[in-house]
């Protein structure tokens, strides 16, 4: 060690230079903590989109499932009038779901049966899908009575 002015002694090499590494003293970090933000980004950012694309599943489905139930309420007030058909019935409520859901309710089936007291419709189908690999039936049904004529008793 050199004693510098005033007694005080300074680091200082064979050739009275400083030493670098006492000058340049920076905290060390710990080598196993490096990148842990980018892993955590990798690994949780699937996990939050799937979450996102749940819930956006759910509404897809809960809109589908309304428009299902619309058709068919469609197609029994087709049906319930006094000369109308089942193939009246099941006309309108397709006709209603290419209108108003083409690409909501996928693959959609309409089944009518009209008896001589009631009509009912019975629409079936898959929702759109968001999430790979889950797939949500869709099934609704309305029914209602045949309207009548019925003469006066008098």
């Known amino acids: 060690m050199v004693r510098g002015v005033g007694g005080r002694s300074s680091p200082a090499g064979p050739h009275g230079r400083r030493r670098e590494n006492a000058v340049r003293a920076r905290p060390r970090q710990a080598r196993g903590e490096a990148g842990i933000a980018t ?7 699937p996990a939050v989109v799937l979450v996102i694309m749940t819930v956006a599943q759910a509404v897809i489905y809960y809109h589908a499932s309304h428009l ?15 000369d109308a058909t089942e193939a009246d019935g099941q006309a309108h409520a397709q006709d209603f779901l290419a209108q108003t859901g083409p690409s909501l309710v996928l693959a959609p089936t309409v089944d009518v049966t009209r008896g001589t007291d009631t009509a009912r419709v019975e629409v ?7 999430v790979p690999g889950l797939s949500l039936d869709i099934h609704a049904v309305a029914s209602g009575p045949v309207e009548r ?6």
């Open 39 to 45: 892993l955590a980004a990798v690994l949780l950012m």
């Open 68 to 82: 299902a139930t619309a058709a068919a309420q469609e197609g029994v007030r087709a049906a319930q009038v006094p």
């Open 124 to 130: 079936r189908g898959t929702a759109a899908r968001l």
């Open 149 to 154: 004529f019925v003469g006066d008793p008098g």
